[in-house]
């Protein structure tokens, strides 16, 4: 594994870490090829409940694509780079929650409109900055911002370039929740094992689920959640809706202890 990307384990969960701080994350051609790799391999362990992906140091979670990499190679690795972080992400069956420590710009940005759940440090600061260096996007950022967003609230921020603040970004839905920056990873390993300790067929069924739907017009997706709700129960072994029911009732207990 490339040194640009750290890996570790809490558990059933698996934590990514950007590891370019020198260059805020900057991701670099072997930084996004590592991501990619890692991801398929958290898709491919059964042993690996949720993901969590984040940025090392406290200054960013990444400024985005490494311009100097593409400008010294005369703007050819952003056409030639085959692999496709977002698309990776979307991949990747286990729940993946972002941990934005710091500057998430531009292809930061859209790594992060890919992920299932977005936590924030109350330092962070969010821009898309296409339109200030001359280029339109290709991981997801002007759909995938504007569906989250809506498309006025898009456009504010995608043509002018300017930054905003964690406490913004929550105000128009662009992040879940804003913690202190020292209790964000504590609390994103939280929600992380929160949903690696669940059934992972259930909630890998369920993600797609959400993510398909999402897709299609809500006439459409009611259908199919009608559809695959039934085929789900009716492939469910013997005995196991009434052992899922006991489960639920013991964390419940606990939670609400």
């Not at 990619?36 to 949720?50: F, H, K, P, T």
């Not at 200054?59 to 100097?68: H, I, S, V």
């Not at 085959?82 to 710091?102: L, T």
């Not at 929600?191 to 739907?213: C, F, P």
Request: proline share 4%; with cysteine; net charge negative.
């Amino acid at each position: 594994m490339s040194s640009t990307l750290l890996t570790d384990r809490d558990g059933r969960v698996a934590i990514l870490t950007l590891n370019r701080p020198e260059a805020l994350n900057a991701l670099s051609s072997e930084l996004v090829r590592a991501l990619v790799q890692a991801l398929r391999e958290c898709d491919a362990d059964d042993e690996i409940g949720a993901v969590i992906l984040t940025g090392q140091g406290d200054r960013a979670f990444t400024a985005g694509m490494d311009l100097k990499e593409a400008a010294a190679a005369n703007g050819q690795l952003l056409n030639g780079l085959d692999e496709d972080p977002g698309q990776a992400i979307m991949a990747c069956r286990k729940p993946i929650i972002v941990a934005v420590n710091g500057l998430c710009i531009t292809g930061g940005m859209e790594i992060m409109l890919n992920c299932d759940v977005v936590y924030a440090a109350s330092t962070a600061r969010f821009a898309d900055t296409h339109v200030r260096v001359g280029l339109l996007p290709g991981w997801g950022i002007s759909q995938r911002m504007a569906r989250q967003i809506g498309p006025q609230r898009a456009k504010e921020l995608s043509l002018s370039g300017t930054f905003i603040d964690a406490e913004r970004a929550l105000e128009i839905g662009l992040v879940n929740r804003v913690f202190e920056p020292a209790d964000l990873l504590l609390e994103a390993l939280a929600l992380a094992h929160a949903m690696a300790d669940n059934d992972d067929r259930t909630v890998q069924s369920y993600k797609k689920l959400i993510d398909d739907g999402y897709a299609m017009p809500l006439p459409d997706a009611l259908v199919v959640e009608r559809e695959r709700g039934s085929e789900f129960v009716n492939s469910l072994a013997p005995g196991a809706l009434d052992a899922g029911r006991q489960r639920a009732q013991s964390r419940n207990r606990q939670q609400l202890s």
